[in-house]
């Protein structure tokens, strides 16, 4: 089974959903049970590409790459398998530089492991922050104001580093996300606390088609990830289990490029642009 990295650039809020939230959100995203950090699930990803597919592929190729339909998928598997897509630069409203793209060295070393499943060689991962009150930035970074660098309601102290100004030039070449200059590794605290408060949340309202005024109990709270958010998830191919009918990677490559992720679509959300990593 041969495995790539895929990645996900949000050019719009994306909200992958789960339903109906408990909390102050009745609309949340969807996290990581342990480690609450947001992702897009692999089986979302996996229909987004299926449905792109039945316009694109014939049948036989469509059945051999994403199995049978629902009814009948007890008859064999698809080739094709998608993972989970994960959270490495999440963006950050920062007073210089438009936004940062802030990540941690957990999110660091955990896409550098997986990047090795698909035979990828990134640069070398950065030192960690020494403290909460401390960030990295490379050392062209657009994101410093003297000797701070501000995100949202924090600032923090910072210090250059080489290896993240490698980082942004090989994620701009495997996304081409606009990550040039503005990569803030900060402290794995700061980042749960960050993907905790610095999400998009925004009010709807429903009117009422005669009065134009807010329907009774029409008011509710959706959550998304904001746009420029990058991703990546783990894309496998094995072999077809339809004897005559051959599978690549090639069958998949025309699938890619701008598509729509996760819910709300109709209101602008989830507009997505997909990569390949190591193609470019």
Not at 1 to 22: C, E, K
Request: with cysteine; proline share 6%.
């Amino acid at each position: 089974m041969n495995t790539h990295i895929l990645f996900l650039h949000a050019l719009s809020p994306l909200h992958p959903g789960t339903g109906q939230g408990v909390g102050s959100i009745d609309l949340p995203i969807a996290r990581e049970r342990a480690t609450g950090i947001p992702y897009l699930p692999g089986s979302s990803v996996k229909g987004v590409l299926r449905d792109a597919a039945s316009g694109k592929l014939d049948k036989e190729k469509l059945l051999a790459l994403f199995g049978p339909e629902t009814g009948s998928a007890s008859e064999h598997a698809g080739a094709a398998v998608f993972g989970d897509a994960k959270l490495l630069l999440f963006p950050v409203r920062s007073l210089a530089g438009v936004f940062a793209y802030v990540t941690s060295p957990y999110l660091m070393e955990r896409f550098a492991r997986e990047a090795g499943f698909a035979r990828l060689d990134p640069p070398a991962l950065p030192t960690a922050p020494a403290s909460d009150a401390w960030c990295h930035v490379s050392q062209n970074s657009t994101l410093k104001v003297g000797d701070k660098v501000y995100l949202e309601d924090l600032d923090l102290s910072f210090q250059a580093s080489p290896e993240l100004g490698a980082w942004e030039t090989w994620l701009t070449q495997q996304s081409e996300a606009p990550v040039k200059g503005r990569i803030c590794l900060v402290h794995d605290d700061v980042m749960g606390f960050l993907l905790e408060t610095a999400t998009e949340v925004v009010a709807r309202i429903r009117l009422e088609d005669e009065t134009k005024t807010v329907a009774q109990g029409a008011l509710w709270y959706e959550e998304s990830l904001p746009a420029e958010s990058l991703l990546y998830g783990l894309l496998s191919l094995g072999s077809s289990r339809k004897k005559e009918v051959a599978v690549s990677l090639d069958d998949l490559k025309p699938l890619l490029g701008y598509t729509q992720m996760g819910g709300k679509a109709s209101v602008g959300r989830g507009l997505c642009q997909l990569r390949l990593g190591g193609a470019g």
